[in-house]
């Protein structure tokens, strides 16, 4: 605990030191020096020894002068050494405490209660041993000993004058400096008091022992002193606080919100931490604007939440009605176009072949939409059965073959030669490898090639679908998977929906898998399905001979 007497100790010196503990090594010097040069007037009869242990008595009274310029704990204990070892010289010169000088001996002790603190005191207190001890010893090895009771009584009387103002000096400092901390302290109440929040000191059992501060609304101090935090607490809140306080008490800042058991309507955050004596330190203001703005917030997620829902249920309706008459206009389009029923004009037979045609692609579409509002919906669900994944990768080549064909592109597929044995929905493992395949060719130009790669790596199907066409920018990658979303310029967005990858992404993640993209704009791009869905093959086991 610090000694509110001791001068504090810091980086830069204290300068400009009380001007009473100056004149009072003022007053000493002064004293030792007209005793030394006078004491034969008042019949002392100083001389010899005695004059000679007078005058280094005055040194450290002269020392106390440099405490106006520079002070500091250690300017002061520098000095206190200098007290100590003039009286353990004035003790040899004089016999110690069988001399006239005997009451120097204390002086040590005495100058550290006037340089002010306990450790200064106790340092004094050994510096007076020390020169009782050296004035014992001196008269142990047969020291000559000056037999003046004169020159005692007046070396008593200035001791005991000196030690009477040491103690007034030690009071005074003392009370200044409590002054000062009670001074300090009403400011830091006075700011503590003044703040917008309320701050308070806990007892590790919850308890409140202090506030500070002005309580948010629908809390009062008064009810926390009398009644305790948790009493205050609304009761379904009161969980939150108890582990906040637990956690606090293990050295973890915490952080609680609460409603006020008797203001239902408001919200308090309570911020915790622990001091170093154990008790915890807590800090409430008003949370209820805060609170409000999140209840707005999840109001309108929730609400977006139900528009989005309606409306992927909506396009799921529509697509539903929409793909029934679609197939018949493609069913009967396809039975005009192949002429089952007879002959048609030409013109009758190209249109029936556009109509064919753009019920196709728009029936594509559809599928797309419902497909994707089925999985939005969580309403998609996977038939998963055991098969062979090249079987299925290799009826989607079969069915873009064509379109790549016509297109001039080289379209191409490397599947491993052994058995691709996957758990996963067939139609869905089609549909996505239908998808990027379709993509690639789509943006491919002619005399570019596509390549189709599938292999098992641990538990994971890997496909890998890689073209030479127009390639995606590195900013429009990260759109890509998204519905109706598209990358390139106008011309490229013409050519398709946006739908494609986006149900690829949806179709691979029900797998518990990832879509990856690389692409180089100008050189090609590269999509990469990896889903866990590969059975691994089992181990053989040693032969057994029967």
Not at 376 to 395: I, N, T, V
Request: net charge neutral.
């Amino acid at each position: 605990m610090t000694d509110p007497a001791a001068p504090v100790e810091t980086g830069a010196p204290v300068t400009g030191a009380p001007p009473p503990l100056a004149m009072w090594h003022a007053g000493w010097a002064t004293a030792c020096a007209v005793l030394a040069l006078g004491g034969r007037f008042v019949g002392a009869g100083v001389e010899g020894p005695a004059a000679l242990a007078l005058m280094a008595m005055v040194a450290p009274g002269l020392g106390g002068l440099l405490l106006l310029r520079r002070d500091g704990f250690r300017p002061r204990l520098a000095l206190l050494t200098g007290w100590s070892a003039a009286a353990v010289l004035a003790a040899v010169l004089t016999g110690g405490l069988n001399g006239p000088l005997a009451a120097f001996v204390f002086m040590p002790l005495i100058a550290g209660l006037a340089l002010g603190g306990v450790r200064l005191a106790q340092m004094g207190a050994l510096g007076a041993g020390l020169a009782a001890a050296g004035g014992l010893a001196a008269v142990m090895i047969g020291a000559p000993t000056d037999d003046n009771a004169v020159l005692a009584a007046l070396t008593g009387v200035m001791a005991a004058l000196a030690a009477s103002l040491a103690l007034r000096l030690s009071f005074s400092a003392r009370q200044k400096r409590m002054d000062r901390a009670e001074a300090a302290m009403a400011r830091s109440e006075a700011i503590l008091t003044g703040q917008p929040g309320l701050t308070l000191v806990l007892a590790p059992s919850g308890r409140v022992l202090a506030a500070y501060g002005a309580p948010p609304p629908g809390l009062s101090a008064e009810a926390l002193f009398d009644q305790g935090l948790i009493a205050a607490v609304h009761g379904p809140d009161r969980p939150a606080v108890l582990s906040g306080l637990d956690k606090a008490l293990n050295g973890l800042e915490a952080q609680a919100r609460f409603a006020p058991r008797e203001a239902l309507d408001r919200r308090v955050m309570l911020a915790l931490k622990r001091l170093a004596d154990g008790r915890l330190i807590g800090q409430m203001h008003d949370a209820t604007a805060q609170y409000a703005r999140e209840a707005a917030l999840d109001a309108a997620r929730g609400e977006a939440e139900a528009r989005d829902k309606g409306k992927t249920r909506f396009l799921a309706a529509m697509s539903h009605e929409l793909r029934t008459p679609l197939n018949a206009v493609v069913g009967f389009s396809d039975i005009m176009r192949q002429r089952l029923f007879g002959p048609l004009p030409d013109k009758y037979a190209d249109y029936a072949v556009s109509i064919h045609e753009a019920g196709g692609h728009l029936l594509a579409v559809i599928n797309d939409v419902l497909d994707v509002s089925k999985i939005e919906a969580d309403r998609y669900e996977l038939a998963l059965e055991r098969f062979d994944a090249r079987d299925a990768l290799s009826e989607a080549v079969a069915m873009v073959r064509l379109n790549a064909d016509e297109k001039g592109v080289d379209l191409n597929s490397v599947l491993p030669p052994e058995a691709l044995t996957v758990m996963a929905d067939r139609r869905a493992l089609k549909q996505i490898t239908l998808n990027l395949l379709a993509n690639a060719v789509k943006f491919t130009p002619a005399h570019g090639s596509v390549t189709l790669t599938a292999e098992a790596v641990g538990p994971y199907l890997e496909i890998v679908v890689a073209d030479t066409g127009v390639g995606i920018a590195a900013e429009d990658i990260a759109r890509l998977g998204r519905p109706f979303e598209q990358a390139g310029d106008a011309g490229q967005k013409k050519m398709g929906t946006g739908l494609g990858l986006a149900l690829v992404r949806s179709l691979t993640e029900l797998h518990g898998g990832r879509l990856m993209v690389d692409s180089t704009l100008g050189e090609g791009s590269a999509f990469t399905v990896r889903m866990p869905v590969a059975e691994l093959a089992p181990a053989e086991g040693p032969k057994v001979e029967v």
